[in-house]
């Protein structure tokens, strides 16, 4: 069903809802929307780690992919920090001007640029 007949819908029934009903609803299609975070296997998971310590080394900015719980989020970032122990990678997003910390199981692909 597409969104243009869903809205109409939610238009024409909203009066008779309580906004506690439309709010649930919202949610219901939101959740449709959801995209599985992929399962990696063991060569992809050691190809991202040595890319990200390459740019790490070196300095090199990179474009990362990564699940944020709902979706996919692009980043260009730098690295700044990667913790063994807990798994997470500090990075420096370019465009917000921020630090942003991911967790590496998250990740999905690196590209060095």
């Known amino acids: 069903m597409d969104n243009r007949n869903r809205?109409?819908?939610?238009?024409?029934?909203?009066?008779?809802?309580?906004?506690?009903?439309v709010e649930m609803i919202k949610?219901?299609?939101?959740?449709?929307e959801r995209i599985e975070k992929p399962i990696l296997d063991d060569q992809q998971?050691?190809?991202?780690?040595?890319k990200l310590q390459i740019a790490l080394k070196d300095g090199l900015p990179v474009e990362v992919r990564y699940h944020n719980g709902f979706d996919f989020t692009?980043?260009?970032?730098k690295v700044i920090k990667m913790d063994v122990s807990t798994r997470r990678i500090k990075m420096y997003d370019q465009k917000?001007?921020?630090?942003?910390?991911?967790?590496f199981d998250d990740i999905s692909n690196v590209v060095i640029a």
């Open 7 to 21: 809205d109409r819908g939610t238009i024409k029934w909203t009066s008779l809802m309580l906004p506690e009903h």
């Open 27 to 32: 949610q219901v299609w939101k959740e449709d």
């Open 45 to 50: 998971l050691e190809e991202i780690g040595l």
């Open 74 to 77: 692009y980043l260009l970032a």
């Open 96 to 103: 917000n001007k921020d630090d942003i910390t991911i967790h």
